[in-house]
């Protein structure tokens, strides 16, 4: 038996890029440990409490994190899983697979996933400390996930720029996007993307294509009869819309944009969107950046870049990743949880 059907795959993606859908085919295909949100570990944990290989750091974190919710959805024992993460835990990656595999054995199957979408930022470390990690990517049109981005308010535009929410949304989806798949090329072997529309439009199709890579069956029909999650009800900032039979995630953004807006956001992301498939939708002579908004996606990338490396190669990680988080995390993964509950 080839190690790769036993690997820990990692979900990964751009927050509102349908990470969750593929996650939750993933539970329903089978054989998977079933854990319904997102550990976290990598981008909240680990720069919060420290390297949890550290006996101090890691007393503190189980202090925070064992009465949490995160923990509470294992169907773990608190106590077990303390002595089981103390006598074996080195690093971040060793506390998130102890973890996984504790609830795979519980739950009697052979593999786990994970499916916290900023892991593609820490893809190299995730393959420092769990070598035989895969990586699949969720790609989705930048400019659907600018407007559900910015409908969940979760990018925050710079406050002389506060009527940019949509703009600064689709540079942050730009630059993540971008770094995921800088990330994944150096660990091309274990790394795949796939197209959220296509997904969505053709999953059968799309499904197949991955068996081989996860050499895990993805048999569609049996993923719709367990239907778990999304699979049976869509996870949308856009509720209001699953009322109808005709529901389409795909191409909103031909809805919700004026010709201008629209004109504005292909050309600040035009280049990745074109490398992507994606065409463009606006005249070319309507594809201009003045000097100021040149100077403005410059600063925004900036501004993600430097964030994300204070959190993640330095001390000031402590201060950029509030513990309060774990209770905000919650709440947005519980009103999901509320969203497909009535399907499960």
């Not at 010709?259 to 201009?288: F, K, Q």
Request: proline share 5%; net charge positive; glycine share 6%.
């Amino acid at each position: 038996m080839s190690s790769r059907n036993l690997a820990p795959v990692f979900v990964i993606g751009s927050p509102r890029s349908g990470t969750t859908l593929f996650y939750h085919m993933l539970l329903s295909a089978g054989d998977f440990a079933v854990y319904r949100t997102e550990a976290n570990v990598f981008n909240l944990l680990a720069p919060r409490f420290g390297d949890p290989g550290v006996a101090r750091n890691r007393g503190a974190l189980l202090a925070k994190w064992l009465p949490s919710e995160f923990f509470k959805r294992s169907g773990l024992d608190a106590e077990e899983f303390r002595k089981k993460i103390n006598a074996g835990c080195r690093n971040a990656g060793d506390f998130l697979r102890v973890f996984m595999e504790s609830i795979a054995e519980k739950q009697k199957v052979r593999r786990w996933a994970e499916c916290t979408p900023d892991n593609l930022l820490f893809i190299d470390e995730i393959k420092r400390t769990i070598p035989n990690a895969v990586f699949v990517h969720i790609i989705r049109d930048g400019r659907d996930v600018a407007l559900s981005l910015a409908k969940m308010g979760w990018i925050r535009p710079f406050a002389w720029d506060r009527k940019s929410k949509v703009p600064a949304s689709a540079l942050f989806w730009e630059w993540i996007v971008a770094k995921g798949r800088e990330n994944g090329r150096r660990h091309a072997q274990d790394y795949r993307e796939i197209s959220f529309e296509e997904l969505t439009t053709r999953p059968r199709e799309t499904l197949k294509a991955l068996e081989p890579f996860l050499e895990h069956d993805l048999n569609y029909e049996r993923i719709l009869q367990v239907g778990i999650g999304s699979v049976s009800q869509p996870n949308t900032s856009f509720s209001s819309e699953t009322k109808g039979a005709d529901f389409n995630p795909v191409g909103r953004w031909k809805k919700g944009y004026s010709a201008v807006e629209l004109a504005r956001i292909e050309s600040w992301i035009g280049t990745i969107l074109i490398e992507l498939g994606y065409p463009l939708d606006s005249p070319r002579e309507m594809l201009r950046s003045s000097p100021a908004d040149a100077m403005l996606r410059a600063l925004y990338r900036l501004r993600f870049q430097s964030r994300h490396w204070l959190k993640a190669a330095t001390p000031m990680g402590r201060w950029f990743t509030n513990i309060d988080l774990l209770r905000d995390f919650h709440a947005a993964d519980q009103d999901r949880m509320e969203q497909t509950e009535g399907s499960r």
